[in-house]
């Protein structure tokens, strides 16, 4: 089993920065697959960005893409979210999520997730 805890969130201006960090516990991290998932108030939960095991795969929702940049650090057991050029549409509660195969892009695929960290970009 993994567990995971999100950190990194918090209030920035639009156009600003922000990294969110993802630390897992338990053992054999390498062997999930990792993902960022969003959910603004009074609305669904939404993928972000998706790696593989290796990190040598990413993917991205239109919304975030050359903006945001996924990555992973497996012998820190940590998965990261670096965003760039945020926006208020960005405004929400950022879950990572860890799923048992290569690669994973849909909810219903993955098996763990944190409580999630809350991002807010003003205007």
């Known amino acids: ?3 995971l805890v999100e950190s990194g969130g918090g209030l920035v201006q639009a156009g600003g920065s922000l990294r969110l960090s993802c630390a897992a516990s338990g053992r054999a991290f390498s062997r999930y697959a990792m993902g960022w998932f969003r ?3 009074g609305k669904e939960r939404e993928f972000v960005a998706a790696i593989s095991r290796s ?3 990413t993917s991205y929702a239109d919304s ?3 903006r945001f940049t ?3 650090d497996n012998a820190k057991n940590t998965v990261y979210l670096q ?3 945020l ?3 960005d405004t929400a509660v950022y879950y990572c999520a860890a799923c048992r ?3 994973c892009s849909r909810q219903y695929e993955y098996d763990y997730w944190g409580q999630g960290t809350q991002v807010t970009v003003s205007s």
């Open 87 to 89: 926006k208020p549409e």
């Open 39 to 41: 959910q603004a108030p």
């Open 101 to 103: 195969d290569y690669y």
């Open 64 to 66: 975030v893409k050359g």
């Open 70 to 72: 996924i990555s992973r």
């Open 55 to 57: 990190g040598g795969r």
């Open 1 to 3: 089993q993994v567990q």
């Open 83 to 85: 965003m760039n050029s």
